[in-house]
T-cell receptor, first 116, second 115 residues
Framework: AQTVTQSQPEMSVQEAETVTLSCTYD???????LFWYKQPPSRQMILVIR??????QNATENRFSVNFQKAAKSFSLKISDSQLGDAAMYFC?????????????FGTGTRLTIIP | DVKVTQSSRYLVKRTGEKVFLECVQD?????MFWYRQDPGLGLRLIYF???????EKGDIPEGYSVSREKKERFSLILESASTNQTSMYLC??????????????FGEGSWLTVV
């Protein structure tokens, strides 16, 4: 079974600084997707960034980028120029790549606080 | 925009009551999911469905059942609510045949308190 581990229950960062959230996962599959989701206080889950395992290039979305290390099964999220609106719970998630009814497996989350 | 609607945002129920949590999606998605979210445990899958009248157990199905009579609607049922089912419940949906790594669309969650 796949597992996703987030070892940092809480993180904080000064506004405008850079922060990195860690995620490791365990799978025997070679083809899969990894995701970072953001959950602000409104509780609406928002997709931040997605990485396809067969792509070596790290995904980026504006101020958000990942460091994907497939051999180490590591998938960290870097937030640059942190803003107050980035404060939220962040979940790392894994999904096997196949058509059909594949579920997302989530980590336990990291609560990110932005210090003004 | 895809919309996943959970009809009840906040519920308070008594121990032993039968509880229905309703979820509706408007994008004709085949897959629908119910997750439970608890502090320190993240999101855990309760049940999912990939077609009308089809269901599969997730990681924590005990104490729950589901119903999918129509494609757009997926209901989570607590036959006899207990205090340890006090939690946040998230519904989600996704298409079957997304070729490039589909994303899952979430509702806003239902807070259930069992007293």
């Amino acid at each position: 079974a796949q597992t996703v581990t987030q070892s940092q229950p809480e993180m904080s960062v000064q506004e405008a600084e850079t922060v990195t959230l860690s995620c490791t996962y365990d799978t025997s599959e070679s083809d899969y997707y990894l995701f970072w989701y953001k959950q602000p206080p409104s509780r609406q889950m928002i997709l931040v960034i997605r990485q396809e395992a067969y792509k070596q290039q790290n995904a980026t979305e504006n101020r958000f980028s990942v460091n994907f290390q497939k051999a180490a099964k590591s998938f960290s999220l870097k937030i640059s120029d942190s803003q107050l609106g980035d404060a939220a719970m962040y979940f790392c998630a894994y999904r096997r790549n196949s058509f059909g009814n594949e579920k997302l497996t989530f980590g336990t989350g990291t609560r990110l606080t932005i210090i003004p | 925009d895809v919309k996943v609607t959970q009809s009840s945002r906040y519920l308070v129920k008594r121990t032993g009551e039968k509880v229905f949590l309703e979820c509706v999606q408007d994008m004709d998605h085949e897959n629908m999911f119910w997750y439970r979210q608890d502090p320190g445990l993240g999101l855990r899958l309760i049940y999912f469905s990939y077609d009308v009248k089809m269901k599969e157990k997730g990681d924590i199905p005990e104490g729950y059942s589901v119903s999918r009579e129509k494609k757009e609607r997926f209901s989570l049922i607590l036959e006899s609510a207990s205090t340890n089912q006090t939690s946040m419940y998230l519904c989600a949906s996704s298409p079957w045949d997304s070729p490039s790594g589909n994303t899952i669309y979430f509702g806003e969650g239902s807070w259930l308190t069992v007293v």
